[in-house]
């Protein structure tokens, strides 16, 4: 089934005066089924419907809220009169996705700075790793006593103040703790989320320890 008629399909389930025909839609093709943003620029509102390969899913709507214009601009507010102020990249296309945003960057996607959220003792904790690289397991419990529990999706925007596809490791509450993962090291510059599904910010490591004011480097990745 392709993005279109997914699309159509979300329409026609969800047009209820909520959702307009002047939207802005973006579809992300992932390994495990499709991830669409739905943004409603004129009422600033907007939606997240995620689909399983199968689109069993494909009527249940995980996420709702007014977060899209929040976050984004609470980023780059985050960023005013700082070094890095006017240097958030915002894409014509979905970036919520390391490959995606790899595209839109014309960039590696190693490159690509991946925000992962888990909870720890059922508080919120923000992994940056390589784009290539995923959580190792033994590693993870090896560092955090604990089997690595990432946030549900339909959670993420809760707990973290950013929604799946946007999530970065700037703007969040104090209370989040930020690690950085050692893959990161064996890059010059890494591009992190900027608060949306189609931007990115490109930084060095130096300026990522510095405007994610991390707890820690930790070791809990491999290469993908």
């Known amino acids: 089934m392709r993005c279109n008629d997914l699309y159509n399909k979300i329409l026609n389930i969800y047009d209820n005066g909520y959702i307009q025909k002047n939207i802005i839609t973006q579809c992300s093709t992932a390994s495990d089924g499709d991830f669409f943003v739905i943004n409603d620029n004129k009422k600033k509102v907007s939606l997240a419907v995620s689909?399983?390969?199968?689109?069993?899913?494909?009527?249940?709507?995980?996420?709702?809220?007014?977060?899209?214009?929040?976050?984004?601009?609470?980023?780059?507010?985050?960023?005013?009169?700082?070094?890095?102020?006017?240097?958030?990249?915002?894409?014509?296309?979905?970036?919520?996705?390391v490959e995606l945003a790899a595209q839109a960057l014309e960039c590696d996607a190693d490159e690509i700075a991946k925000t992962l959220s888990f909870l720890v003792d059922e508080k919120p904790i923000i992994i940056v790793v390589s784009g290539k690289s995923k959580i190792d397991n033994a590693k993870y419990k090896s560092k955090f006593l604990t089997k690595a529990k990432m946030i549900p999706f339909e959670l993420v925007e809760q707990y973290t103040g950013h929604f799946p596809g946007g999530v970065c490791p700037f703007a969040l509450d104090k209370s989040i703790k930020v690690y950085l993962d050692e893959s990161l090291k064996s890059h010059e510059f890494v591009f992190p989320a900027?608060?949306?599904?189609?931007?990115?910010?490109?930084?060095?490591?130096?300026?990522?320890?510095?405007?994610?004011?991390?707890?820690?480097?930790?070791?809990?990745?491999?290469?993908?």
Not at 77 to 82: H, L, S
């Open 51 to 97: 689909f399983d390969k199968s689109y069993k899913k494909n009527e249940e709507i995980y996420a709702e809220s007014n977060w899209f214009p929040y976050t984004k601009e609470n980023v780059r507010e985050f960023f005013k009169d700082t070094e890095l102020d006017g240097c958030i990249l915002e894409f014509n296309q979905s970036s919520a996705t």
């Open 194 to 224: 900027a608060g949306s599904s189609n931007s990115a910010i490109k930084m060095t490591i130096q300026q990522l320890e510095k405007f994610s004011n991390y707890c820690e480097w930790i070791d809990v990745s491999k290469k993908s």
